[in-house]
């Protein structure tokens, strides 16, 4: 098991964070990730900040740094890193720090011969829908993807998920905003896709804070999730 494991993480993923005006959260980012950077591609995506986020990115030597000049939203960031990525075996991971960057290596377990092709983060250690609005909506929106699905996963809305780029290339996606996390899981189960759920620590910040997920976000999910039904029924 030992052996599998550091195999796995010796094997080159290409990690993708999108980032919007986090200028506070960066330099802890950066000090969190440097280890990673040794053997694994670091793609940042700064999505047209406002703040002095560049001011740290453009400092640092060990990541690949793509710069929107305008908010072209979390999707497009995601899409735009896709693009360029130069592993097959992908990474993407929120920069806001909700996530624990720490925890990255216990992703990268990715191998085919071992009947995983997926991981998909859970963050177990809030998964209550009665705390706040936001997780109420969590637990809808989970419960719908299961039920369109005919899944059992916990929590597909989580920024970390890894997975092969290839995996992808019959359908890459097409959401600009924060309906990418369902839009890549619902293609990955459609594509009958080995999936495991791995827990990761949570810390969630208030939109005082810094969070940019609000309440139209969850409609457009909510719409992402029946559009990618409409064309599963489609497929041959």
């Not at 735009?80 to 996530?99: H, P, R, S, V």
């Not at 998909?120 to 809808?140: E, K």
């Not at 810390?203 to 969850?218: I, M």
Request: overall charge neutral; hydrophobic content about 40%.
């Amino acid at each position: 098991m030992i052996a599998f494991f550091i195999t796995n993480l010796l094997m080159s993923y290409s990690i993708i964070i999108p980032i919007h005006n986090e200028e506070k959260q960066i330099p802890f980012l950066l000090e969190n990730i440097t280890p990673i950077s040794i053997n694994h591609e670091i793609i940042i995506i700064d999505d047209g900040s406002t703040d002095g986020s560049l001011v740290h990115l453009d400092r640092c030597s060990f990541i690949t740094l793509i710069k929107h000049d305008n908010k072209l939203g979390k999707g497009q960031a995601i899409r735009t890193g896709l693009d360029i990525a130069k592993n097959d075996k992908i990474i993407l991971f929120d920069g806001d720090m909700e996530l624990n960057p720490v925890e990255l290596p216990t992703i990268m377990v990715l191998n085919k011969e071992e009947n995983i092709d997926v991981v998909f983060g859970t963050r177990l250690n809030f998964l209550s829908p009665l705390n706040t609005i936001f997780d109420f909506g969590n637990f809808l929106l989970n419960g719908f993807f299961n039920f369109l699905n005919q899944s059992n996963y916990s929590d597909v809305l989580c920024g970390c998920k890894a997975f092969y780029k290839s995996d992808l290339a019959e359908r890459m996606p097409y959401s600009i905003g924060f309906d990418i996390d369902v839009e890549i899981a619902s293609n990955l189960v459609k594509n009958k896709k080995r999936i495991i759920e791995i827990p990761i620590s949570y810390s969630r910040r208030s939109q005082s804070e810094g969070k940019k997920l609000n309440v139209l976000d969850g409609w457009l999910i909510l719409k992402r999730m029946l559009f990618t039904l409409k064309y599963k029924k489609k497929a041959p």
